[in-house]
């Protein structure tokens, strides 16, 4: 009975020991990639409000067994995890190898379809941007396009082109990512009004490649920033808008720099020290607001000097387009993350958590895509 008893202690430590290494191993056939950010959240779910579970670092390997609409799932300390599938760089290959797909497509189509129909056509004008099954970027990846591939256009949705892929189907890109890319007057003309509806907000090439921006989510760890009602925390909000604002700040080639990756106290020197350690283009710090009059309501751009103004009025401009909460203009006011950073710098305040309309709104997806749509094309138009 003795001998029984420890085969059965022997057989659970085995099948307790397998099950860290097993998994590990059944990613033997799945894709390996790279970390390419400072700092990678891994959350328990595919989605920006699933917990925090840990981070990776750049240069991470990471080994993936599982995708959903942009996330990959993968290992961490033995349990299954996810992480955002734009900050991976595939290992295999070079990124443009890594989706032959797209590359091949692309290059096919002028010969298929010389002429420009229409709708008029597009030539992308980032180093790289995704293709997506719709227009949003929390619609999923279908492929990739590059720097001067051009397409021809079928609709338009907001700030999204829907284009035709050489392969007979077709995908949606960010408009602000790609220029007009009619060759004659006449296509010009007739392409002028849909592309230009698209290109809301982009006066520009629609690129942020070579420029580094610093987001700094306020409040985290031990400072809560306002309580909203329902006893919401101002940081809590502010970490989930900021995903999707260095989502699409990345989709349209900056490099980004974030002051805080999770919910830790980081003070307001140390935010200043990390901006300025780096050739900083602009600093954006995100917060959302509170007041005890319960109507007051809006969103509110802050400077500190007159070398930020032009940065506060492009983003108050875009922002007062975008979003669906009132703008309440800019204003200078000393804020001491403000006072310290040497980059052009503002302080967004995105809506009051205090108000049970503005907290209804700033809390879901859709609002905080639009915040990040609005600071990448104000973005846009400033530094180019």
């Known amino acids: 009975m003795e001998k029984k008893t420890k085969k059965i202690y022997l057989l659970a430590a085995i099948l307790f020991i397998l099950s860290f290494f097993l998994p590990n191993a059944s990613l033997a056939n799945g894709d390996s990639y790279e970390v390419s950010s400072a700092v990678l959240n891994i959350r328990s779910e595919p989605s920006n409000d699933a917990s925090l579970v840990g981070q990776f670092t750049k240069g991470d390997k990471v080994n993936a067994f599982d995708e959903q609409h942009g996330w990959v799932q993968t290992y961490y300390g033995g349990e299954p995890v996810w992480v955002a599938k734009h900050h991976l760089i595939s290992t295999g290959d070079s990124s443009q190898e890594a989706a032959p797909a797209a590359e091949e497509t692309v290059n096919e189509e002028p010969a298929a379809e010389p002429a420009v129909n229409s709708s008029g056509s597009v030539t992308v004008s980032a180093d790289s941007i995704y293709v997506r099954s719709g227009p949003s970027t929390s619609d999923i990846i279908i492929s990739y396009a590059y720097q001067g591939d051009s397409f021809d256009v079928n609709a338009a949705s907001g700030d999204w082109i829907e284009i035709s892929l050489g392969n007979g189907e077709t995908g949606w890109i960010a408009s602000w990512l790609t220029t007009d890319g009619s060759s004659n007057e ?15 907000q982009s006066s520009s090439s629609g690129s942020l490649s070579g420029h580094t921006i610093v987001i700094d989510p306020g409040h985290g760890g031990k400072d809560p920033g306002a309580i909203g009602l329902n006893n919401i925390y101002e940081k809590d909000v502010v970490t989930s808008t900021a995903d999707y ?21 980081v003070s307001l020197d140390e935010r200043a020290r990390i901006s300025n350690s780096y050739n900083t283009d602009a600093f954006i710090s995100l917060h959302y607001d509170s007041f005890s009059a319960v109507p007051v309501s809006g969103v509110t751009t802050y400077y500190n000097s007159d070398s930020d103004t032009a940065l506060a009025s492009s983003l108050n401009s875009t922002l007062s387009s975008t979003v669906s909460l009132p703008s309440r203009g800019t204003q200078q006011a000393g804020y001491k993350v403000l006072e310290n950073t040497n980059a052009p710098s503002v302080l967004i305040e995105l809506g009051y958590i205090t108000n049970p309309h503005d907290l209804t709104v700033v809390q879901t997806g859709d609002y905080q895509s639009s915040v990040a749509r609005a600071i990448t094309n104000g973005l846009i138009n400033h530094l180019n």
């Open 186 to 200: 006449e296509a010009t003309e007739n392409t002028a009004p849909t592309v230009e509806a698209a290109q809301t």
């Open 245 to 265: 604002v260095v989502q699409q700040l990345e989709e349209a080639g900056a490099n980004v720099i974030v002051t805080r990756n999770g919910d830790y106290f």
